[in-house]
């Protein structure tokens, strides 16, 4: 039994040159879901699975990094695949959103909206929800299979107090988009932050993302593993990380 998360775009707010906005594809013994679905990432979807097995799509909060390849998935689906009933889970403000920009959902789509206090089944995979500290309603993600649990903070302010969602993860993929000197000026987290937050929530494994274009990513992977006070990877385009490997 395994749980990974394969990076299908780690860019924080628009894509750097040949890189792809936010989105993560989690998988287990009996579950695929992609969490996020910014622009890019659907091209890198299909490096790694068919966009018919895909089981569920998650999507954080509205902000268009973080789904705007929803309404190319909806084509490619609809007119090309005749694929339907696709579950896609997210904040109300992002259907508000998709409801304008794509011409009906369903059947392709079958939307359920969520908050803070839902939890999702998609096969083996167990998901809880926390709000975070961002200008819209935002939702970090922790997913348990495997006997494992990979977390994942969406977009975060430092205000944000995540309770037991990241409680002794063993993967956790945090943002960390501002540099030290704009901590606190945007709701977003430093590297230092990143580090920080892990150290406190005792996770097993730190992997940054969401950086800022134009930001230092090994600067940000340095300061993480200094708050962190051990090693930090950073988020690389196709890279799978393993949360847990007991086969």
Do not use: K
Request: glycine letters at 8%.
């Amino acid at each position: 039994m395994s749980l990974t998360v394969t990076i299908l775009g780690c860019s924080g707010s628009y894509p750097s040159p040949g890189e792809a906005c936010s989105g993560y594809l989690v998988r287990s013994d009996q579950a695929t879901t992609v969490v996020d679905l910014g622009s890019g990432t659907l091209a890198n979807l299909q490096r790694q699975v068919a966009l018919t097995d895909i089981d569920a799509l998650v999507l954080t909060h509205q902000h268009p990094d973080h789904w705007m390849d929803l309404p190319i998935l909806r084509n490619a689906l609809r007119y090309y695949l005749n694929h339907r009933d696709l579950p896609v889970y997210g904040p109300q403000g992002v259907l508000d959103q998709a409801q304008v920009v794509i011409d009906g959902l369903e059947p392709t789509l079958r939307w359920t909206t969520i908050d803070s206090s839902s939890e999702v089944a998609i096969g083996d995979q167990r998901l809880t929800f926390s709000r975070t500290d961002h200008p819209v309603e935002t939702l970090a993600v922790r997913l348990a299979a495997a006997g494992a649990t990979i977390a994942y903070t969406a977009d975060t302010g430092s205000a944000w107090d995540p309770g037991e969602l990241l409680a002794s993860a063993d993967l956790l993929l945090c943002e960390a988009t501002v540099t030290e000197d704009h901590e606190d000026q945007v709701q977003h987290l430093s590297g230092r932050q990143a580090g920080a937050l892990a150290r406190r929530a005792g996770v097993g494994r730190l992997v940054v993302t969401h950086v800022a274009p134009g930001v230092d990513r090994e600067t940000q992977r340095a300061a993480a593993a200094a708050a962190f006070g051990g090693p930090v990877e950073l988020a690389e385009v196709n890279h799978t990380y393993v949360a847990s490997d007991a086969s």
